[in-house]
């Protein structure tokens, strides 16, 4: 089966740092993924979405790169801001609807 | 647009005792899914709704039904509620295309304490 999981369970940066954070998932065939961002009492919230066609896709702040041959993909955040905080988790698809998602890292910003 | 929404916000139940999570959407799109999420845990797949008048297992369906009440409308029932099922369900929406990966959007979740 898939297994999604990130490397560190808290970040804490600076305001104005930028922050990185990283996710590895198990099954080579997942083709699909997403970051979400869950605030305190709230739904995840989309982010940014990147598919195995592409290394690195860019929003607004934030960037996704995606290496397959280590399975591994990270989120990066430019000048991290007190509304940054929240736990980002990394999801994957295995099968044609199965969301498998990591159990999250959250993010502390330090004013 | 609402977006995703769900009803109850929060809800205490006693072992053995039944109900129903509402979820609704207003984007016109054609999956929903429920999920549920434990303290300190992702999410994890319940049922799933690929169109209307279809739902299939996910992960983890056991001790749940659920209903799709039409294209907007996607219900979870709980039909001897247990302790372990004391948790924080959402519901989620994607498109329908694209093979079927795609976003999913989130509602704000339901609450429910099971003692």
């Known amino acids: 089966g898939e297994s999604v999981g990130l490397h560190l369970p808290t970040l804490s940066v600076q305001e104005g740092d930028n922050s990185i954070i990283n996710c590895a998932y198990s099954n080579s065939a997942s083709d699909y993924f997403i970051w979400y961002k869950q605030e305190s009492g709230k739904g995840p919230q989309f982010i940014i979405d990147?598919?195995?066609?592409?290394d690195k896709r860019q929003g607004q702040r934030v960037t996704v790169l995606l290496n397959k041959t280590v399975k591994h993909l990270s989120l990066q955040i430019a000048a991290t801001q007190p509304g940054d905080s929240a736990v980002y988790f990394c999801?994957?698809?295995?099968?044609?609807?199965?969301?498998?998602f990591g159990s999250g890292t959250r993010l502390q910003v330090q004013p | 647009n609402a977006g995703v929404t769900q009803t109850p916000k929060f809800q205490v139940l006693k072992t053995g005792q039944s109900m129903t999570l509402q979820c609704a959407q207003d984007?016109?799109?054609?999956?929903m899914y429920w999920y549920r999420q434990d303290p300190g845990m992702g999410l994890r797949l319940i049922y799933y709704s690929a169109s209307e008048g279809t739902t299939d297992k996910g992960e983890v369906p056991n001790g749940y039904n659920v209903s799709r009440l039409n294209k907007r409308e996607f219900s979870l029932r709980l039909e001897s509620a247990a302790p372990s099922q004391t948790s924080v369900y959402f519901c989620?929406?994607?498109?329908?295309?694209?093979?079927?990966?795609?976003?999913?959007?989130f509602g704000p979740g339901t609450r429910l304490l099971v003692l």
């Open positions: 984007m016109n799109h054609n999956s």
């Open positions: 990147i598919r195995s066609n592409m």
């Open positions: 989620a929406s994607s498109g329908g295309l694209a093979g079927g990966k795609e976003t999913q959007y």
């Open positions: 999801a994957a698809y295995t099968g044609r609807r199965a969301l498998t």
